[in-house]
C-alpha cells in the first residue's frame, strides 16, 4: 500500500511540475487520424480506433484505446480490447507532430482464413526500424468456409527487426489442440530466404527450415528433430504440388503430393529393417 501511494503521489507531482496540456475533442480526432495512418504508412496495419484516445506518460508516453479493430479487403480480422501506442519522447507536447513508434496489443481476437494469413507475413516485409509489434494474451480464430477448424491460442507474439542480423523477426508462444509450442520466423530481405524454427517440448519435436523465397517455385531444406532422430530432405512447392526427397543415402525415400486433385505418392527405400523398432515405434 505504501508503495501504491508513493508511486501515485510521484506521478502527480511529476504531472503536475511538467503541466501536460489535455486535447480537446477535436484535437484528439485528429491525433487518432495522425495515429491510423502512421501504423497504416510504417507497418502496414489497417487500424481503425472505435472509441475515444486516452494520452498516459507511464512507463513511457502512449496513448491507449480500449476497442479497436484491424481491416483487410475491407473486412474486419480483428477485435482488439486493449491497445497501446508508444510515441517519440521528443515531441509528446507536441500533438499536432506526433511520431508512432512501438504498438502492444491486449486481448486480441483474430478471425481469419488461409487468405488472411498474409497479415502475419506482410508484417515480415516491412521496412527496417527500430520498433516492435508485440501482441498478447490473444487467440487467432481460423476457419474455412465458414466453419471453425482450430483455435490458436496466443501468449505473445512479437514482431522486430534484428539490426545485427539484418532481418525481420517473429517470435511467438502459442498454444493449439492444448499442445504448446514455440515458432521463430526470421525475413532475409537481402538473401531471399524465409527461415522457419519450430518447437514443441510436449511432442519432442523441432522442424528447422529455409526457404529461397526468390525463384517462382520454391525450394528448401527441412530438418526434422523427433524422439532424438533427425531427418533432412529437400523439397520444392508451387501452387499445385510438393515434391520431396531425403537426405540419407542409407534409408532414403521421395514422394510428391497434388494439391487439387489432392493425390499423395511416397517412395521407401530401406536397407534393413528391424521388427523389433517398428513394433515399439
Not at 91 to 101: G, S
Not at 122 to 139: T, V
Not at 211 to 228: A, M, P, Q, S, W
Amino acid at each position: 500500500i505504501i508503495k501504491k501511494l508513493f508511486r501515485k503521489n510521484t506521478k502527480e507531482k511529476i504531472k503536475n511540475k511538467i503541466d501536460i496540456p489535455e486535447p480537446n475533442i477535436e484535437t484528439k480526432f485528429l491525433i487518432q487520424s495522425e495515429i491510423e495512418n502512421q501504423i497504416l504508412k510504417k507497418y502496414n496495419i489497417n487500424l481503425k480506433i472505435q472509441k475515444k484516445i486516452k494520452f498516459g506518460l507511464f512507463p513511457k508516453p502512449h496513448f491507449q484505446a480500449s476497442n479497436s479493430s484491424i481491416l483487410r479487403n475491407n473486412n474486419s480480422i480483428a477485435d482488439i480490447s486493449n491497445l497501446k501506442v508508444f510515441i517519440s519522447n521528443n515531441n509528446f507536447f507536441n500533438f499536432n507532430q506526433i511520431e508512432v513508434k512501438d504498438l502492444i496489443l491486449k486481448k486480441v481476437n483474430f478471425e481469419i482464413t488461409k487468405d488472411d494469413l498474409a497479415f502475419f507475413f506482410n508484417l515480415l516485409k516491412n521496412e527496417p526500424n527500430e520498433n516492435e509489434i508485440i501482441i498478447k494474451d490473444s487467440n487467432i480464430f481460423f476457419k474455412e468456409n465458414d466453419e471453425l477448424l482450430f483455435i490458436n491460442k496466443i501468449e505473445k507474439y512479437k514482431f522486430f527487426y534484428d539490426s545485427k542480423n539484418l532481418m525481420n523477426v517473429l517470435t511467438s508462444n502459442n498454444e493449439i489442440f492444448n499442445v504448446p509450442f514455440k515458432l521463430i520466423l526470421k525475413n532475409d530481405k537481402f538473401n531471399k530466404k524465409l527461415f522457419v524454427d519450430f518447437k514443441s517440448k510436449k511432442f519432442r519435436l523441432t522442424i528447422n527450415n529455409v526457404t529461397n523465397l526468390e525463384e517462382e517455385i520454391k525450394k528448401g531444406i527441412l530438418d526434422i528433430l523427433l524422439l532424438n532422430k533427425s531427418t533432412s530432405l529437400d523439397y520444392k512447392i508451387n501452387k499445385n504440388s510438393l515434391i520431396y526427397s531425403s537426405n540419407d543415402n542409407q534409408n532414403n525415400f521421395e514422394g510428391k503430393i497434388d494439391f487439387k486433385p489432392f493425390y499423395f505418392k511416397a517412395d521407401f527405400n530401406y536397407e534393413g529393417l528391424s521388427s523389433k523398432n517398428i513394433l515399439n515405434d
